[in-house]
């Protein structure tokens, strides 16, 4: 057996090179969150310098592309991280604490989830 693990009669050898799958997978997990970062990032710079709000835009577009990229689960980690990173970074510290009436974001994460179902469904469609 020589150390490999063996499914039916064909070994790991036969099957493909796991490094090469852990790879692509992780490349496809760890998008989600570098386009989060990225996103807070130019909404934090676009905040200081010109004193634009564009802040859902951006979340949106990384939860788009992480979705394309990676499909639903890192779409899905995507909108999990940016209402996250929404209600840390941008919403006032009153806010955030629980301090407010009001709540801003409480419609995203579902605008997020819906944007990350639609890709990634039309990317199932499209590979079928």
Same mark, same amino acid.
């Given at each position: 057996?020589? *150390?490999?693990?063996?499914?039916?009669?064909?070994? /790991?050898? @036969?099957?493909?090179?796991?490094?090469?799958? =852990? $790879?692509?997978? @992780?490349?496809? =997990? !760890?998008? $989600?969150?570098?386009?989060?970062?990225?996103?807070?990032? /130019?909404?934090?710079? /676009?905040?200081?310098y010109w004193q634009s709000t564009p802040f859902t835009s951006l979340f949106i577009c990384?939860?788009?592309? $992480? &979705? =394309?990229? %990676?499909?639903?689960?890192?779409?899905?980690?995507?909108?999990?991280? $940016? &209402?996250?990173?929404?209600?840390?970074?941008?919403?006032?510290?009153? /806010?955030? @604490?629980?301090? %407010? @009436?009001?709540r801003h974001a409480s419609s995203d994460p579902l605008c997020d989830i819906s944007v990350?179902?639609?890709? &990634? *469904?039309? !990317?199932?469609?499209?590979?079928?």
């Amino acid at each position: 057996m020589s *150390g490999l693990f063996q499914i039916g009669d064909q070994s /790991l050898k @036969t099957i493909g090179s796991p490094k090469r799958f =852990w $790879s692509v997978a @992780t490349v496809r =997990w !760890l998008l $989600s969150i570098v386009t989060v970062a990225v996103a807070v990032i /130019l909404g934090r710079l /676009l905040d200081y310098y010109w004193q634009s709000t564009p802040f859902t835009s951006l979340f949106i577009c990384a939860i788009l592309i $992480s &979705a =394309w990229v %990676g499909g639903f689960g890192p779409g899905l980690l995507a909108a999990t991280l $940016s &209402a996250l990173a929404f209600d840390y970074y941008f919403l006032p510290p009153d /806010l955030f @604490t629980g301090g %407010g @009436t009001e709540r801003h974001a409480s419609s995203d994460p579902l605008c997020d989830i819906s944007v990350n179902d639609r890709v &990634a *469904g039309r !990317l199932a469609k499209e590979q079928d």
